[in-house]
């Protein structure tokens, strides 16, 4: 809340010399400088695995460098725990929200931070203090209400009030949009810009190209834990950002060609299940059917129904023209059906068994057994095809599942799923998490799937990808499907005002979407 | 052979020793000699009296008697904890089918031989019977399986004691014991021992488990559903028909135990006999221990065995406390529960602490503050 100490405007906010952090087996940061002028913001970008992570952890206190300095407004600091960095002037917002959910905003706001009268804590100073700071900065919050009944986008701004509380004059936030619509992000960035514009700096670690392009005033890239570029925004492309992160020319946002659709595969009417009603679809072989939509609006639910998962309470479901409403998970995957879930880690592979015991899943009472045998041979060789055919980096079939990195994990769970070559895929969030070297690859394999005559049913919260992938988009919203769209119609901005609730701008989301946990 | 081809045996080795089961074990015979050594005791004469009193000539027959029902109960606990689920209902389903036995070999009309095997079926389909209850007041009521199997035991130890104390009461006995079967309705033992064809059988259910663990479908989706239920769940494997069938597989191997122990010397069914030595609670320590795989199983339920007969030796010879031997285990188990295992040269850490801030949830924001 006060202003820098520092007197000279040209002293860094945040600047870190020659960073090294090793851990056993990797050096996560090498020599790693970072220079964050005050006033900007920064955006800290790099793919799983690039150091950003650690950097940031060195940076808040959490870590402690093997080589290098910390300087906060051009005094050398030494953090031994996020408390210091707290004390310094730094804040960060985590990925997953640490908010009491059954308290109000402001109790969230002023907690271990209280204004005191008689040594109990000031309640109506608490709720003052919140209206003050929300007025300053843009950030309309009510003080009063609970904060598990607010959307995300809202308790990220309680998030972020809460650092203003304590007086935070550098604010870092990792991956923040990660479960925002696109106008709850627009809207964080208006506050981002308005604190900058303030005198405030915002360290911004992403992997969103689009965002950083937009909201941001420099880039430094990190990758195998060095700095490989240093971007003024203004000046690059996402291109060259996305170069400077995987090291090679990617093709950004690739727009493929629509596929010929051919008969009905899925037939859904009227389907209702928890969180979701109404909904009609049909999927032909040969297309690609996106389902676009803020995380939290019906679009796992439907999935999993259609898989077998859930309950449907009404309604009716038709694979190849037989009924499956009420078929299990397994009658309707011998019907034809395979699902590459949304959770790789917790329903789409067991980490701690073996690749090849994965890779099998599924494919233990078919192609690889006989008679109830599952000798472990045929085991073995079918996860060597599927690692060859599907690229999938992994020492050897023995190795368990935790052990390969989220892009090769997610090779792993779709290459699976495509080997039962069924007439009807359901995937959810393909890329999510996933390098964008992988993404490619991903992307490549879910078009050849559907130009060999399958029908697919992609259900992603990343609107580049439904917009390069699907031949009709359908959006949902609080549980409905409340627009549909051909691949020519659905540019971002169509599809943006239809996942926030056709209302635009602000994002009247009354369904909490779950909290994302980074990985 | 649960390891993957081509690994050469110093790799075994070294694996092996880098377990948290090895270093358990080592870690509970190392702080045992202490032990031994603080009351004044002589460890290595301690230890090889407990080795010599049960793997010499006159303590191997009885070690083998004690496996016998310690491997039998270790599978039984094992192969629902495979999948994941823990069967707390051990003494129940043995106690059920040793009566079942007894009932049995009373009152069949069969000749002898047959009415053993007989005795041996009806056992293991009552302890099948009453665990499938426990599987099924999960999966109707919605009653967890530990707390369903847990509860059920104790009815049915009642129910035999009451068995054995009136209806079928030896008469003239002082003691709440069934008659003694008729001649010939015994399983054979081998030479004079008390060792019977018994452990031929337990032995035969472990290979079996073996078989299925690693090379059926069945097996795979047991294996599956253990290390993660969603991902098997998610994949079509049915949980409520695969907890039923461990539950009655596990159940049948517990009631074959009480089988064999009615079939086996005294040859009758006597109140409070199959359950006082414990063997449940060894077999599930046994279980635990290895993580339910098969062959560990099998070597573990060896171990506690050994532990057990000479435990008695011991004390016999060396005047130090048969105890010794529980508190051997209990540090084996602490150890084993704390998941402690030799380091590596280079410790790995989790390299990504950003990502996955220790401290999860708002409690945590107490340590971040001034």
Not at chain 1, 167 to 191: H, K, M, S
Not at chain 1, 241 to 256: C, K, N, S, Y
Not at chain 1, 436 to 454: C, E, F, K, P
Not at chain 2, 5 to 15: G, H, V, W, Y
């Amino acid at each position: 809340m006060t202003p820098p100490p520092s007197a000279d405007p040209e002293t860094p906010a945040v600047e870190l010399r020659g960073i090294t952090k090793r851990f056993p087996g990797t050096l996560a940061n090498d020599a790693v400088d970072l220079t964050v002028r005050r006033g900007e913001i920064h955006a800290l970008m790099g793919e799983n695995g690039a150091g950003k992570s650690t950097l940031m952890s060195v940076l808040y206190g959490m870590e402690r460098p093997d080589a290098g300095s910390v300087r906060i407004d051009g005094r050398e600091v030494v953090f031994s725990d996020p408390g210091d960095a707290m004390a310094a002037g730094l804040g960060m917002v985590h990925q997953s929200f640490k908010l009491f959910d059954s308290l109000t905003v402001a109790e969230n706001v002023v907690y271990a931070a209280e204004p005191r009268r008689f040594g109990l804590v000031d309640r109506g100073a608490a709720r003052r203090r919140v209206r003050e700071l929300a007025e300053e900065h843009g950030l309309a919050v009510d003080p009063d209400a609970r904060v598990g009944d607010l959307p995300v986008g809202l308790r990220q701004r309680v998030e972020i009030l809460k650092l203003l509380h304590r007086g935070a004059r550098t604010l870092i936030l990792d991956e923040p949009t990660a479960v925002l619509t696109p106008g709850e992000a627009d809207a964080l960035f208006a506050v981002l810009k308005s604190l900058a514009a303030q005198g405030r700096t915002v360290i911004l670690v992403t992997h969103k190209l689009r965002e950083v392009l937009e909201g941001s005033d420099n880039v430094t890239v990190l990758r195998d834990g060095h700095v490989v570029a240093r971007l003024v925004t203004a000046e690059t492309s996402a291109a060259e950002i996305a170069a400077a992160m995987t090291g090679r020319a990617v093709e950004l946002d690739r727009v493929h060609s629509a596929g010929t659709p051919g008969d009905v595969i899925l037939d859904v009417t009227d389907l209702a299940t928890d969180g979701v009603r109404d909904v009609r679809l049909t999927v032909r072989a040969g297309e690609i059917v996106g389902i676009a939509g803020v995380a939290g609006n019906g679009q796992s639910e439907l999935v999993e129904a259609l898989a077998g998962l859930r309950p449907v309470t009404s309604g009716r479901v038709a694979l190849l023209g037989d009924d499956i409403t009420h078929a299990s998970a397994t009658e309707r995957r011998a019907q034809g059906l395979a699902y590459v879930p949304e959770d790789r880690h917790a329903v789409g592979t067991a980490p701690a068994a073996s690749v090849a015991d994965n890779l099998a899943m599924g494919h233990h009472r078919t192609s690889l057994s006989a008679r109830g045998l599952l000798p472990p041979a045929a085991v073995r060789g079918h996860a060597r095809r599927l690692i060859e055919r599907f690229g999938i980096k992994a020492v050897s079939p023995e190795v368990p599942g935790s052990s390969l990195s989220g892009g090769n994990l997610q090779k792993l769970l779709i290459g699976r799923e495509l080997a039962h070559d069924a007439p009807l895929l359901l995937v959810e969030q393909p890329t999510r998490g996933v390098d964008i070297g992988a993404v490619q690859n991903i992307h490549d394999q879910l078009i050849a799937y559907r130009d060999a005559g399958h029908a697919v049913l992609l259900v992603s919260a990343e609107l580049s990808e439904i917009r390069g992938l699907a031949d009709r988009v359908l959006v949902m919203y609080e549980g409905r499907v409340t627009a549909a769209y051909e691949k020519a119609e659905a540019d971002e901005r169509t599809l943006g005002l239809a996942m926030a609730g056709g209302a635009g701008g602000s994002a009247p989301v009354t369904q909490v979407a779950p909290v994302e946990v980074g990985d | 052979m649960e390891q993957a081809p081509r690994t050469s045996p110093t790799t075994l080795i070294a694996r092996a020793l880098r377990s948290p089961v090895a270093f358990s074990v080592l870690a509970g015979v190392v702080i045992g000699a202490l032990f031994l050594v603080g009351t004044g005791a002589d460890p290595v004469a301690a230890y090889g009296a407990v080795l010599s009193g049960s793997l010499g000539a006159d303590g191997i027959g009885p070690t083998l008697t004690t496996l016998t029902s310690v491997l039998g109960l270790a599978l039984a606990l094992a192969v629902p904890l495979r999948a994941g689920l823990i069967n707390l209902g051990g003494d129940g389903q043995m106690v059920l089918g040793g009566m079942a036995a007894a009932v049995t070999g009373l009152y069949s009309p069969l000749p002898a031989p047959l009415t053993v095997v007989l005795a041996l079926l009806a056992g293991m389909a009552a302890g099948a019977g009453y665990a499938a209850l426990a599987a099924l007041c999960e999966n109707r009521f919605g009653v967890p399986l530990l707390v369903s199997s847990l509860l059920l035991s104790y009815p049915a130890a009642s129910f035999a004691s009451y068995l054995a104390r009136y209806p079928l009461k030896e008469p003239g006995s002082s003691l709440p014991q069934t008659r003694q079967l008729p001649v010939g309705v015994a399983l054979p033992a081998f030479g004079s021992s008390t060792v019977t064809v018994g452990l031929l059988l337990v032995v035969v259910a472990a290979a079996t488990y073996w078989f299925t663990d690693r090379r059926t479908a069945f097996g795979y989706e047991m294996r599956m559903t253990g290390l993660n239920s969603r991902f098997a769940a998610y994949a079509g494997v049915e949980r409520k028909g695969l907890t039923l069938r461990l539950l009655a597989v596990s159940g049948s191997l517990a009631g074959l135990v009480g089988a064999i122990g009615v079939l086996s010397f005294p040859y009758r069914f006597l109140d409070g006999s199959l359950t006082a030595s414990g063997y449940t609670w060894t077999g599930l320590t046994a279980a635990l221990l290895a993580g339910a795989a098969p062959v560990g199983t099998v070597l573990a339920s060896f171990f506690f065995a050994v532990l057990q007969v000479g435990g008695l030796s011991m004390e016999r010879t060396t005047e130090v406390p048969r105890e010794l031997t529980q508190v051997l285990q209990a540090i084996v188990i602490v150890f084993l529960a704390a998941r402690l295992r030799f380091p590596r040269f280079a410790r790995r850490r989790d390299n990504k602490p950003f990502d996955n801030p220790v401290p999860q949830g708002p409690q945590s924001s107490q340590g971040e503050l001034v």
